[in-house]
């Protein structure tokens, strides 16, 4: 058993987080995360109303008896969702931990703390995760260059950000981006998180809501193969190495701008690449970790499986070095 400030604080059984994922975080895999002892987050803008949130948060429910949270990720928008009705369906629903990411989550903080709701705020830097804390927030998830998804515009690796984290910050850090297996989560650990996010591990499981062919896929790459988009317009995305994304970084290249990819980046041709299998259909979020990530496991098998290697790391291999 690994016990850190963050399963204490969250009440959970192992230190091992299943982020918010668009069209991924659905209740059968956030169940399975948390049947198997971690926290799995159910992503709320991938339901399409408030009232479709209320409905998955009750499957999941239906699913596990366990603890899971739900991921509200606030970005910029010209017609942005109805935040405050997604936010007022978590409360509704009972649930107690959640996930918040993009923008800063201070206006919303007030009626998470009102509710007894925990929230695990996602960070790419030292200085946004200063902010959270003292913001209120309960943890931080420290996202390293590595990661899928957005890294932010630093560029640091998980190797500096994480102790760098650690040393600046007083509340749980969970350490997020190249996780794969128990080495990922003793490093983290031995780095000064309390805990670690998985991304597109979780997402090549088989309780993941994707495509098969896009599990495959993950399991074939290396870890060479993504690709880093937006990165002229400062707001970098690491995502699979298609047709797609070569396309957009080299229209980015020749100086295009937004309006040159919009189309090629468009979530609905995202969408199509994990309900369809089209792997070439649109951009789609992967990180470096692909290069670690050999088979398609159940959420129990995994997770069993980094916490038992984990133990076996920490109290067989770790200790023999010390003489």
């Known amino acids: 058993m690994l016990r850190t ?8 059984e192992h230190p091992i987080v299943q982020g918010g ?10 169940a399975a995360v948390a049947n198997a002892g971690g926290l799995g987050f159910i992503t709320a803008l991938t339901q399409p109303t408030p009232e479709d949130l209320r409905k998955e948060i009750a499957r999941a429910r239906e699913l596990t008896d366990k603890p899971f949270g739900v ?15 997604y936010v007022r369906a978590i409360i509704e629903s009972g649930v107690k931990i959640v996930e ?4 800063n989550p201070e206006p919303f903080l007030p009626y998470y703390k009102e509710a007894g709701i925990k929230v695990l705020h996602k960070c790419t830097s030292v200085r946004h995760a200063l902010k959270a804390q003292k913001i209120g927030v309960d943890g931080v998830s420290i996202d390293g260059f590595e990661c899928a998804g957005h890294p932010g515009e630093d560029d640091v690796p998980g190797l500096i950000l994480i102790p760098a984290a650690a040393k600046a910050l007083d509340i749980p850090i969970v350490a997020s981006g190249g996780i794969a297996d128990a080495r990922g989560l003793v490093a983290a650990l031995a780095l000064g998180a309390d805990g670690v996010n998985m991304g597109t591990r979780f997402l090549c499981t088989q309780e993941s809501a994707v495509h098969q062919k896009v599990k495959e896929q993950i399991v074939a790459h290396t870890e060479r193969d993504t690709q880093l988009i937006f990165r ?5 995305a ?7 994304s070569r396309k957009v970084v080299e229209i980015e290249a020749a100086g295009g701008t937004f309006e040159d990819v919009r189309d ?14 089209d792997l070439d259909a649109g951009i789609w979020s992967a990180g470096q970790v692909q290069g670690l990530i050999d088979d398609i496991p159940t959420c129990d098998e995994l997770i069993s499986r980094m916490v ?12 023999s070095f010390v003489a």
């Open 5 to 12: 400030r963050f399963t204490e604080e969250f009440g959970i």
């Open 21 to 30: 994922m668009m069209w991924v975080g659905r209740a059968e895999l956030v």
């Open 71 to 85: 991921n509200v990720t606030i970005l910029p928008s010209i017609n942005p969702p109805p935040y405050e009705e």
């Open 100 to 103: 918040t990411a993009g923008s």
């Open 232 to 236: 002229t317009m400062r707001n970098t």
């Open 238 to 244: 690491r995502v699979a190495d298609n047709e797609i």
């Open 264 to 277: 090629l980046v468009a979530g609905a041709r995202g969408r199509r690449v994990f309900e369809e299998g």
């Open 308 to 319: 038992t290697e984990a133990e076996s790391l920490i109290n067989a291999r770790l200790s």
